[in-house]
């Protein structure tokens, strides 16, 4: 959400900043529809005032004895009564409208965000590891994987596309990712393990940026509860409505956790294989903190997630996004891009973002300086450390043997029960 103080002290950086976006000016739209709810607010003010006014007057008509002067301040009550609650509404309908254009419009980016349009634009920071020169030419790992109990036919028979039977090692072998890579997070890099909910309602995913425009994204339960696509939005609402006291910051937390995503509007993107499912398990990293803290957390929690991947040992990219890639709610955020060999490409495996207070105005959750009056809002970022499934995705591709086999990282033994390498089965 943004912030409309901001917006009328600066209407041309707003509108230049949605310009990075790719979208019009909208300041002057915004700025009419403000000018109109501060005159229905004005409205309604002096007729309570008036009110007040008058039922005084009313009193002292009556102690001096002038009937008529009574009789005459109490039809004005009778109508003020009658007039403030059209207002009201009226100032309800027009403020929820000026929110709704609020809501609809992305994060501005930030100063050193490249601009571009999509993913072309990105820009590359820095690469880690060397790919693996195979002695035998790589296989996507749709096509050998099935093999060692990754099973889409029987997931396909039960819910359809996009769904995945792990079976055995492989089970085995994507419960060890994911218990690695909370243990790292919690242990190294001091975020707080949480259990989480895995269904909102409105207000969390409102909070968080879901809705209103991603509403097609996700699956909604039949009494209107939104199953979480990510643990961010159950994580960041933690502190929803909460005055932080400036000692408690940062809050770090992370959560192991099921996602659950339509995937709307990628019809035709990965239809083979788990890179994109409607359902899978991902670490999330979420920080609270101040505003001058936020552009350092953002460093941090980056390498958090680089550091999963270094110890796996896979090779991987760090993208700095440009303007029009980046999410709805970010104002900066790089992508780590994981080296996935049977694709002969670089695919994201973890995005890790800046959200400023864009977050944290929808959720009105602020923080107390000491011994300054006043509250302000926080900066909330998120990040993936990492997705599950395409770290799975990942070692298998850059793991395979010849004959068909996968080797586990060294980092994950202890969590293999004695499995040191998957072997095919059929």
């Known amino acids: 959400m943004h912030d409309i103080r901001l917006i009328r002290e600066n209407p041309e950086a707003f509108d230049a900043g949605l310009a990075r976006r790719g979208l019009e000016p909208l300041s002057a739209q915004i700025l009419t529809a403000d000018a109109s709810v501060r005159a229905l607010q004005t409205a309604v003010q002096a007729s309570l005032a008036r009110r007040n006014e008058v039922s005084k007057l009313i009193g002292q008509a009556m102690a001096q004895g002038d009937q008529d002067k009574a009789e005459a301040l109490k039809a004005e009550v009778a109508d003020l009564k009658t007039s403030l609650p059209v207002r009201e509404e009226a100032e309800r309908k027009q ?50 994987a099935p093999a060692l109990g990754l099973d889409f036919e029987t997931a396909a028979k039960m819910s359809g596309a996009r769904f995945a039977f792990l079976k055995g090692q492989m089970a085995r072998l994507e419960r060890a990712i994911g218990q690695f890579m909370i243990d790292r997070q919690t242990n190294e890099a001091g975020y707080t393990e949480c259990a989480t909910p895995l269904m909102v309602r409105d207000e969390a995913a409102f909070g968080t940026t879901q809705l209103p425009k991603f509403r097609e994204d996700l699956f909604q339960t039949t009494d209107g509860r939104w199953l979480i ?18 000692a408690d910051l940062p809050v770090r937390m992370t959560a192991l956790t099921p996602c659950f995503r339509s995937e709307a509007g990628s019809a035709g993107r990965d239809t083979r294989g788990y890179i994109r499912q409607h359902q899978f398990w991902k670490v999330e990293l979420v920080s609270i903190v101040r505003p001058e803290d936020s552009d350092a957390e953002l460093e941090r929690k980056t390498r958090a997630a680089e550091e999963i991947l270094e110890a796996l040992e896979l090779p991987y990219r760090k993208m700095l996004l440009c303007s ?58 998120n990040g993936s450390g990492l997705a599950v499934g395409r770290t799975l995705v990942a070692i298998l591709e850059n793991y395979q043997q010849a004959d068909g086999s996968v080797d586990i990282p060294e980092v994950l033994l202890p969590y293999m029960g004695g499995i040191t390498r998957l072997e095919p089965q059929i």
């Open 95 to 144: 403020l929820a409208a000026l929110q709704d254009i609020l809501a609809a419009l992305p994060n501005i980016p930030a100063d050193d965000v490249p601009d571009g349009e999509d993913e072309e634009s990105n820009v590359e920071i820095s690469r880690w590891g060397a790919p693996r020169t195979f002695d035998f030419k790589p296989q996507e790992h749709a096509d050998f």
């Open 324 to 381: 029009g890639d980046m999410g709805f709610a970010a104002r900066k955020t790089y992508d780590l891009e994981v080296w996935l060999p049977g694709q002969d490409s670089y695919r994201e495996i973890s995005s890790c973002s800046n959200c400023g207070d864009f977050q944290a105005r929808r959720m009105n959750t602020r923080f107390r300086r000491e011994d300054v009056k006043g509250n302000e809002f926080v900066h909330t970022l």
């Open 229 to 246: 696509s990510t643990s961010e939005m159950s994580l960041t609402n933690a502190v929803r409505e909460e005055i932080l006291p400036e």
